[in-house]
């Protein structure tokens, strides 16, 4: 008897996926819901779990597309179960111990051949909390999962965490060997497949441009009066609340108060129940926030964040953050944003024009923290060094007027220069 395993549901509008790697061999016996394959979707990559007990027989290839529903192996239920399985899964490979008081007959077998020389060289990774999928890629390019700090559950290293590990490697290996390709006068080029996730940002990114009548405001703010009140209560706030105060917990704040302000940065356009436009507004803030992973850009969502304290809004988005990078946010927390804010400062970028994340009406650009001449803050009418960061408003014009967005974003720099405003609600 044999029972197919299927491309599982991956949420709303997820139709089909790539499968990007089998954690398990064709042949291996595999336990029920031990994870056989990973398929990587426009939006998040799926776990494929093994719907019976039984010996795995793979019918797709890694890299193939694949629907939802279809089947991509099946498991061979009346497969007989290798001895060496014994309490095998898929997070700890079975190994081969010797009984207690006695010796295995494997202990006396021959030992294995050498590997080949161009095999990777051999590692000790049996005793390392790793997702399946990181341990292939480790054995597949001997890597030493022991040199490798873990960001999943539990400090597990998950395959993002090789990847990376992979990325630096390569890149010590690449600049090592650049003046050797330079003198060569080496002219190579790679063909690597857009990922899912990579397509799915490409057609947003171009359907924004397409759809939206996109206009930029900027404007800049003094960063002063935000970074001496951090100064002066970083520790204790660390201490009480066990997570850092850093600057977007301001901006996330000063963003939900000038939405009160000004609504329709906080409204999409959408369609009525007769087809015709129509425009939908929301008396709450679901600010999605872009965060950095090592797929592409995700942008996750923090639910009713004018509700939220300082210490909530910096502890969610330290969780976004850790999650994105090991590559958990779920499909859930990336959808239903009512605005976004983007960080380009974290990576040097001292001024750009974000896109519009549709159907969103607004995002908010953040930038790099530059001390430049303008008033002293302290001394008016004065000119002194003082760290200035470039704000940028991207906006759909079809729904929200130029003035609006002006006053909007002036609000957020209002609140930014003198954070009382916030508390006292002004």
């Given at each position: 008897?044999?029972?197919?395993?299927?491309?599982?549901?991956?949420?709303e509008?997820?139709?089909?996926?790539?499968?990007?790697?089998?954690?398990?061999?064709?042949?291996?016996?595999?336990?029920r819901?031990?994870?056989?394959?990973?398929?990587?979707t426009?939006?998040i990559?799926?776990?494929?779990?093994?719907?019976?007990?039984?010996a795995?027989?793979?019918?797709?290839?890694?890299?193939?597309d694949?629907?939802?529903?279809?089947?991509?192996?099946?498991?061979?239920?009346?497969?007989?179960?290798?001895?060496?399985?014994?309490?095998a899964?898929?997070?700890?490979?079975?190994?081969?111990?010797a009984?207690?008081?006695?010796?295995?007959?494997?202990?006396?077998?021959?030992?294995?051949?050498?590997?080949?020389?161009?095999?990777?060289?051999?590692?000790?990774?049996?005793?390392?909390?790793?997702?399946?999928?990181?341990?292939?890629?480790?054995?597949?390019?001997?890597?030493?999962?022991?040199?490798?700090?873990?960001?999943?559950?539990?400090?597990?290293?998950?395959?993002?965490?090789?990847?990376?590990?992979?990325?630096?490697?390569?890149?010590a290996?690449?600049s090592?060997?650049?003046?050797?390709?330079?003198a060569?006068?080496?002219?190579?080029?790679?063909?690597?497949?857009m990922?899912?996730?990579?397509?799915?940002?490409?057609s947003?990114?171009?359907?924004?441009?397409?759809?939206a009548?996109?206009?930029?405001?900027?404007?800049e703010?003094d960063?002063?009066?935000v970074?001496?009140?951090?100064?002066?209560?970083?520790?204790?706030?660390?201490?009480?609340?066990?997570?850092?105060?850093?600057?977007?917990?301001?901006?996330?704040?000063?963003v939900?108060n000038a939405?009160?302000?000004?609504?329709?940065?906080?409204?999409?356009?959408?369609?009525?129940?007769d087809?015709?436009?129509?425009?939908?507004?929301?008396?709450?803030?679901?600010?999605?926030?872009?965060?950095a992973?090592?797929?592409?850009?995700?942008?996750?969502?923090?639910?009713?964040?004018e509700?939220?304290?300082?210490?909530?809004?910096?502890?969610?988005?330290?969780d976004?953050?850790?999650?994105?990078?090991?590559?958990?946010?779920?499909?859930?927390?990336?959808?239903?944003?009512?605005?976004?804010?983007t960080?380009?400062?974290?990576?040097g970028?001292?001024?750009s024009?974000?896109?519009?994340?549709?159907?969103?009406?607004?995002?908010?650009?953040?930038?790099?923290?530059?001390?430049?001449?303008?008033?002293?803050?302290?001394?008016p009418?004065?000119?002194?060094?003082?760290?200035?960061m470039?704000?940028?408003l991207s906006?759909?014009?079809?729904?929200v007027?130029?003035?609006?967005?002006?006053q909007?974003?002036?609000s957020?720099?209002?609140?930014?220069?003198?954070?009382?405003?916030?508390m006292?609600?002004?």
């Open positions: 008897m044999s029972t197919p395993i299927t491309m599982p549901e991956a949420g509008s997820v139709v089909s996926g790539m499968l990007s790697a089998w954690v398990k061999n064709d042949g291996d016996w595999v336990e819901d031990d994870i056989v394959a990973e398929v990587e426009d939006k990559t799926v776990e494929i779990l093994a719907p019976a007990s039984g795995l027989k793979r019918t797709v290839e890694e890299g193939a694949i629907d939802i529903g279809a089947t991509i192996g099946e498991i061979d239920e009346s497969a007989q179960k290798p001895a060496g399985a014994a309490g899964s898929a997070a700890e490979p079975a190994q081969a111990q009984s207690e008081g006695g010796s295995s007959s494997a202990a006396t077998a021959a030992p294995p051949a050498p590997p080949p020389t161009n095999a990777p060289a051999p590692t000790s990774n049996g005793d390392v909390k790793a997702t399946p999928l990181a341990r292939k890629i480790a054995d597949q390019h001997g890597v030493d999962l022991g040199s490798i700090s873990g960001t999943g559950v539990g400090d597990r290293i998950s395959e993002h965490d090789v990847l990376n590990a992979l990325d630096n490697a390569g890149a290996a690449a090592a060997g650049a003046a050797l390709a330079g060569a006068g080496a002219r190579n080029t790679t063909l690597e497949r990922s899912p996730m990579r397509q799915k940002i490409a947003r990114l171009v359907e924004a441009q397409q759809t009548a996109m206009l930029t405001t900027f404007n703010c960063m002063g009066p970074m001496e009140l951090r100064t002066q209560y970083k520790e204790q706030f660390t201490e009480k609340h066990g997570v850092g105060l850093g600057f977007m917990s301001f901006f996330v704040k000063a939900c939405l009160d302000k000004f609504p329709m940065v906080n409204a999409s356009i959408t369609a009525d129940a087809g015709r436009p129509a425009i939908q507004k929301h008396s709450y803030c679901d600010v999605a926030i872009a965060v992973s090592p797929k592409g850009l995700v942008v996750p969502v923090i639910r009713s964040a509700t939220m304290t300082y210490a909530g809004i910096e502890s969610t988005i330290k976004f953050g850790a999650r994105a990078k090991a590559g958990k946010i779920s499909l859930e927390e990336m959808q239903g944003g009512t605005f976004t804010i960080n380009g400062g974290v990576f970028s001292l001024m024009t974000p896109i519009l994340n549709p159907p969103q009406s607004a995002i908010l650009g953040m930038h790099t923290i530059k001390k430049r001449p303008a008033e002293d803050f302290n001394n009418g004065q000119i002194a060094l003082r760290p200035m470039y704000l940028a906006y759909d014009h079809r729904i007027d130029g003035a609006e967005a002006v909007f974003l002036v957020i720099k209002d609140s930014i220069e003198d954070p009382r405003r916030l006292l609600d002004l």
